[in-house]
């Protein structure tokens, strides 16, 4: 009995450290147990939340397992075809300067089928954020294998593995948009530990106020987990992401200010 | 050092029973319930006293389902 005086004594409103923002819906994520998802939309959230953007930024929802990100963040967002979001975000930009515009993707949305719209507006300069979630994988339709795959990564499309010699190579898309003049600051981050949420919420937040100096396209990775689509419980999955993944993609800044350091 | 004391909220209708909480804490106060939820997971919640408030289990959990709160005591 005292035990639970003391703990109604300590969930008191002054003693708050942490809860949810405001800017993440009420609605119960759609992502499995464990998805990178969403713990990447929360820190997004939170950013525009410090910030004070939440009337000023519209986001861009992919196709792929975040195809109902505009359920969940509390902001204006539309959603675009398959890859395009860089594609409607330079418009949105163009036509809206002065709001903040970033696209939401996958690795198969992003590195698969909108190649093109990824490099071109990586490549013009555009002044907008990206933010790139990459699980090696095409989550939503059913795990199969990703431009993304790591060489030897089972797939429902790759049982065996993915074999280099006929499936190809891995694309590591973030190095190659960082070698174009049009972007800013590149970097690749995770969400799986609260050291690694803590520097992709820094990242996102510069390459917020990068948009808001007008600097040009920054683009933010965030390697993560498709426990369902990999086939393993969340911690496991964590923990081949940090064996297998981050050897290939390995995190940190790759450029800043538009100088390459990697 | 003052001593800090925290405690942990758990909307447990919203907890998917992931785990991905109790890998980040770092003085081991949450584990699983034994009972479910109505959409079937077991959820997180405090085993022992020992929690300081330090934030990393929510701040790691992809459904925001944990608040912290913190005392120095
Ligand atoms: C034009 C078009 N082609 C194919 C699809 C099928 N499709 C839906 S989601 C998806 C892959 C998404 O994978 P990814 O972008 O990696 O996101 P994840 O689900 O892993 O988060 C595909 C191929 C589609 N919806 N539209
Ligand atoms: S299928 Fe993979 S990417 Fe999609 S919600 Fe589930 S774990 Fe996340
Ligand atoms: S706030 Fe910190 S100490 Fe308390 S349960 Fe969460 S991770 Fe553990
Ligand atoms: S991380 Fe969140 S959803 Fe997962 S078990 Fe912990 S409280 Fe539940």
């Known amino acids: 009995m005292e035990e639970n005086i003391k703990k109604d004594n300590i969930r008191k409103e002054e003693n708050l450290v942490y809860i949810k923002t405001k800017l993440m819906t009420d609605k119960v994520l759609s992502y499995c147990p464990g998805c990178g998802h969403g713990t990447t939309h929360r820190i997004i959230m939170e950013v525009v939340d410090e910030m004070g953007i939440q009337s000023e930024t519209i986001g861009i929802a992919p196709v792929g397992c975040a195809v109902l990100a505009y359920e969940f963040m509390n902001i204006d967002m539309q959603e675009a075809a398959h890859g395009r979001a860089p594609a409607m975000a330079t418009a949105m930009k163009r036509l809206m300067p002065e709001k903040f515009i970033f696209s939401y993707q996958g690795d198969g949305d992003l590195a698969a089928i909108g190649t093109a719209e990824t490099i071109h507006a990586c490549n013009r300069g555009e002044n907008i954020t990206i933010i790139f979630v990459n699980n090696g994988i095409y989550g939503m339709t059913g795990g199969q294998m990703a431009p993304t795959t790591l060489p030897g990564m089972k797939s429902s499309t790759s049982p065996y593995g993915r074999d280099v010699a006929t499936m190809g190579n891995p694309l590591k898309i973030t190095e190659l948009i960082a070698q174009l003049p049009g972007t800013y600051f590149v970097t690749r981050q995770a969400v799986h530990t609260p050291a690694n949420v803590r520097k992709t919420k820094k990242a996102i937040r510069k390459a917020f106020e990068n948009q808001k100096l007008k600097k040009g396209l920054s683009f933010v990775e965030v390697v993560s987990n498709c426990n369902s689509g990999w086939k393993m419980a969340p911690v496991q999955s964590n923990e081949w992401m940090v064996e297998n993944m981050f050897p290939f993609y390995p995190l940190g800044d790759i450029k800043i200010e538009g100088e390459l350091v990697k | ?73």
Request: proline share 3%; hydrophobic share 35%; charged share 20%.
């Open chain 2, 1 to 73: 050092m003052a001593k800090v004391r925290g405690e942990i909220v758990v909307d447990i209708e919203r907890c998917k029973g992931c785990e991905v909480c109790i890998a980040a804490c770092p003085v081991n106060a949450i584990g699983m319930s034994k009972e479910v939820n109505s959409k079937g997971y077991h959820y997180m919640q405090a085993i022992n006293d020992k929690c300081t408030g330090c934030t990393n289990c929510a701040i790691v959990c992809p459904d925001g389902v944990i608040t912290v709160y913190r005392v120095k005591i």
